[in-house]
């Protein structure tokens, strides 16, 4: 059987866009695909993942902890690509590759999301997290890294298993707070094709959904906002990987009632925790 690394340098790469792996290569020199001296491969550097679905306050928790680093009270770095460079590096045209698709890129969010799912079903059951795994870092031995490259159960799952020195915060919020943080979004990745079906609340839990058809109908949140929110929760779910926090190396906080600031003081203890 060929490797999947294997697989991806020899019929993936070759049909990636110029400009997409010049862009990787500016914006990542710290970073490589293949094992080169002097680079770390990224499961055995510590990282600490932010996870979180789309509106649960992942940039603004972000923001906070550069906060803390610019003051001099938290030192990492965040050099690595995000989830949706990887997703165009790696997993969409892999995908692509897998299922006799052209290899293109995708704008359409829900398009995405299923290319994502694809790939977690006949790629890789590590989805985002396995291809984080296949990076190599030039790491100083000493600062550990940041990101928020993982969503859902499964991928932290296989993050915990296989990643012994990676760290994972989730952070949650009530599904009806978090449409009403996408209804009010303008994201240049929240494009969607098609907002038909919108009525289908069923990925909510049952008790919250007579409230979320109110609030559609009195134009509180949007199509795109429930269509983007159902189809993240076909890849990833409708509950945190632990809400008991009886997890090691894994924090799920409920961010409702805490200050951005208070978040970030959070994760970062947790970072600095041995």
Sequence with gaps: MTDLRTDYAENVWPQL?????????????????QPEAGFTPLPDVPVCM???LTGTGKS???????????????????DIPER???ADLIII????????????????REQRFELTRLFAHQVDAGGSAAAYGWLHYRWDAQTPLLSDGLRGPGEIAYALAHYPRWKICELWVDPLTRLQRLSNREDRFDFLANTEAVADLSFLPENRR????????DGDITAKAVVTARAEARNYGGEPYDAANQTAR??????????????????????EAD
């Design 60 to 78: 603004t928790t972000l923001a906070q902890i550069a906060a803390l680093r610019d003051g001099g009270q938290l030192r990492y770095q965040d």
């Design 93 to 108: 045209p892999m995908a692509q590759v897998a299922s006799g698709q052209p290899v293109q890129p995708i704008k359409d």
């Design 17 to 33: 866009p110029a400009d997409v792996k010049a862009q990787f290569a500016d914006k990542y020199p710290n970073v490589r695909l």
């Design 210 to 217: 007579l409230e979320a058809l109110q609030r559609l109908e």
């Design 84 to 86: 949706r460079e990887l």
């Design 250 to 271: 894994y924090r799920c906080l409920n961010i409702d009632d805490m200050t951005p600031e208070d978040v970030a003081q959070r994760i970062a203890a947790f970072m």
């Design 50 to 52: 932010v996870v979180g």
